[in-house]
């Protein structure tokens, strides 16, 4: 494929969307289609058959738009309008009334306008708009065009200096600046080189980065195409979850299709001589392989064990080459600067965090989904505004921002801006983007507990403060939660904490006491009460013997 | 090994297709698990010998990474979310109702092989927590009434074949 035909593929697809009076996106996404949402799509692809409005009306698939809680979700344009839980049943009421007569159902559309108000979709910028197995649809939206644009118009060290005008900072978690990791891997003179985009969202809670692969596919090749071009790589890995099968599926299809419109492999575009290969990597359910040496690690065929730094994986990477990994929401949003510049993409967020975040907000919240905000947003307008804030009359006790080794934040903390740097002050981390609300009913010594049962688990073991200090500090808890806790117990407590988060060899040792440091920080009251008091506000704790037997 | 010839020749084909290379060993033991249904000590083994990498690296491998299974699950499985959504949202109750219910323990199977009760840290449907999924099919809000008649269900549908 040429320039020219990129272009005429988008002027064709266009032309065959215009014929359409009305569209139908139904969302498909892992989020919805355990409730359905393959049923409620036959079901309007048979009524719009029924009605006789199939050359009026497309029926598409889509991926996430965005209000999981209420799925099957479906969007009908032009209008946006959002039907909420959709069934097979209401499916002719929507296509009599709304296809057939232009009158919205009114009754059954999404009312909570708030949720969208505050938001700001950049990655997002088509999920739940365009059908992500059809290429064309992704074209049409504007999609290739900025790796054209590159190639035809730009030099590598062009594209670097937009990136690095945008201040885009990875959003894998540590925020390193984008543009200036793309710097080392260019000046790396060692070949070939690599880039490997990990897809690994091992954070329970987190599904930010499966619902992008699953909405836009081609957003993730055509910014690891710009980063291959800018920094001189042949081939690239998506490290992708084995527990993802839907985004597996659509990645597999987009990347046969790009293959097939050589957008990948040999002469792209037919400019230049660049080249650029993708092959998927399946992760096998670690968690530590989300963190940058362990994933080399794993894509080489081994255990998933972070080894120490340097040399960075700028320098010393993949096969010991030159390698560039990004988190795939920091690939998406390169096509996007590209296209309108690093200074446009700066305006958006704070200035030393630039951009937006996706996040998934989980937990005791009203409207609970996939978000995407601009940076510099404070908790406040996250957990109440978008999240409706905390449902059945309960009381809001913590946030946790940043997955299992993020921080717990109390209600004072509310007014923090979501930056890299505010949320490292008070003891959050950005982490891969999860936001879980509690309510009264969660004891936070308890859920200290589990965060740090969960990081045991998940140690590769290959250093000892989080292979030994996690379990030390378990035992701890084990103790408090069982009434046998000791004032001193919570000076050990801080000590260890403190010790594993310095001394650890990766990400995951050095975040993994957060939660014991953060509930010790802001609600020691708790600690007190179960260790002097033998008291559990939440009923969580201190459960006898025998209830234990039982379970 | 031998006895299962089709199964042999499609792991062959799956070997032969990574090179034999080493660093394919993820993919190929992912291959292996959709063939066999698990990765016991003798297919290992043979992978080891295919690959001509030590049992040991092998091994260490597998077991390293939680998704691969390394002993034969029950006809049915049921997998309890652990993650953390779910786990706000009272998860844990649900799993010991069915424990309860059906005898048996997380991580193992009923004695007469027909359930296995696994978790998992985080299927991703976070907005429906808390999440169980019973053979494959997800059950979003679940809640202890709703699982147990789901695995009832299964049970039941079950013997109406065998009768």
């Known amino acids: 494929m040429k320039l020219d035909d990129l272009q005429r593929v988008a002027e064709q697809e266009e032309d065959f969307q215009r014929a359409y009076k009305y569209r139908i996106n139904v969302c498909c996404s892992s989020g919805c289609v355990p409730f359905g949402a393959l049923k409620v799509l036959k079901a309007f692809e048979d009524a719009v058959k029924e009605f006789g409005v199939e050359n009026e009306c497309k029926v598409a698939r889509t991926g996430c738009i965005g209000t999981c809680s209420v799925g099957p979700a479906v969007l009908v344009e032009p209008g946006d309008y959002l039907y909420q839980s959709v069934t097979p049943e209401k499916v002719r009421e929507i296509v009599r009334d709304h296809i057939v007569l232009g009158l919205p159902v009114k009754e059954m559309l999404y009312s909570n306008q708030a949720y969208f108000q505050k938001q700001h979709r950049l990655v997002l910028r088509n999920a739940g708009k365009i059908d992500p197995s059809r290429i064309q649809d992704y074209i049409s939206a504007g999609g290739y065009s900025a790796i054209a644009k590159c190639l035809a118009t730009m030099t590598p060290q062009g594209v670097i200096y937009e990136v690095r005008t945008s201040g885009l900072r990875g959003r894998g978690g540590a925020g390193f600046p984008t543009g200036q990791k793309w710097s080392l891997v260019a000046r790396a003179q060692n070949f070939p080189k690599y880039i490997v985009a990990n897809l690994d969202e091992g954070d329970p809670g987190v599904f930010a980065n499966r619902t992008l692969a699953e909405a836009d596919p081609h957003a993730i090749i055509e910014g690891m195409l710009i980063a291959a071009y800018a920094v001189g790589a042949e081939k690239g890995y998506i490290y992708i979850r084995s527990e993802y099968p839907l985004a597996i599926q659509t990645l597999q299809k987009a990347i046969a299709q790009a293959k097939s419109m050589s957008l990948l492999g040999n002469n792209i575009l037919e400019l230049g001589s660049f080249k650029f290969d993708l092959e998927l990597r399946f992760g096998a359910g670690a968690f530590v392989a989300g963190e940058e040496t362990a994933i080399l690690a794993s894509v080489e065929g081994r255990r998933a064990m972070p080894r120490p730094r340097p040399p960075y994986p700028a320098n010393s990477g993949l096969w010991k080459k030159p390698t560039l990994i990004q988190n795939v929401e920091t690939l998406a949003n390169i096509p996007l600067i590209v296209q309108n510049g690093g200074l446009w993409f700066s305006r958006t967020g704070t200035p030393k965090c630039t951009g937006t975040k996706c996040f998934s907000l989980t937990g005791k919240v009203g409207n609970p989904g996939l978000i995407e905000v601009p940076m510099g947003i404070t908790l406040r307008e996250v957990v109440f505004d978008i999240g409706g804030g905390v449902p059945d009359g309960k009381k809001f006790k913590a946030v946790l921002v940043g997955g299992p080794s993020g921080g717990c934040l109390p209600e004072t903390l509310l007014e923090s801006r979501i930056d890299y740097d505010s949320l490292t002050k008070v003891g959050a981390i950005m982490g891969s983007g999860g936001i879980v609300v509690l309510d009264e009913d969660s004891c936070m010594v308890d859920t200290a507990r589990f965060f740090t049962e969960f990081c045991i688990d998940e140690s590769c073991g290959k250093c000892t403060p989080c292979r030994a200090g996690l379990a030390r500090v378990k035992e701890i808890y084990d103790k408090i939660t069982h009434g046998q806790g000791e004032l001193g117990d919570i000076a050990t407590l801080e000590k260890s904490g403190v010790f594993i988060r310095d001394a650890s060899l990766c990400g995951l040792g050095q975040t993994a006491p957060n939660p014991v440091i953060t509930t010790l920080r802001y609600f020691k009251d708790e600690y007190f009460k179960h260790i002097l008091e033998k008291e559990c506000e939440a009923g969580k704790c201190f459960k006898t013997r025998d209830e234990e037997a039982e379970q | ?163």
């Open chain 2, 1 to 163: 090994m031998a006895k299962d010839d089709k199964r042999r020749f499609m792991l062959e084909k799956v070997l032969k297709e990574h090179n034999y290379q080493e660093s394919a060993l993820l993919e190929i033991l992912h291959h292996a698990q959709e063939i066999y249904g698990y990765l016991d000590k003798d297919l290992l083994m043979d992978i080891s010998g295919s690959l001509n990498i030590p049992p040991s690296h092998v091994f260490g491998v597998t077991t390293f990474y939680s998704f691969f299974k390394l002993r034969k699950p029950g006809q049915h499985i049921v997998t309890g979310c652990l993650g953390t959504a779910c786990y706000v949202k009272e998860v844990e109750q649900i799993m010991e109702a069915i424990e309860q219910e059906f005898n048996l323990k997380r991580g193992g199977s009923t004695s007469d092989g027909k359930l296995s009760l696994l978790i998992t840290r985080c299927i991703g449907a976070c907005a429906m927590a808390p999440n169980i999924v019973v053979d494959n099919e997800v059950i979003g809000k679940a809640t202890k009434e709703l699982v147990i008649q789901k695995i009832r269900q299964v049970l039941s549908e079950e013997k109406k074949i065998e009768a």
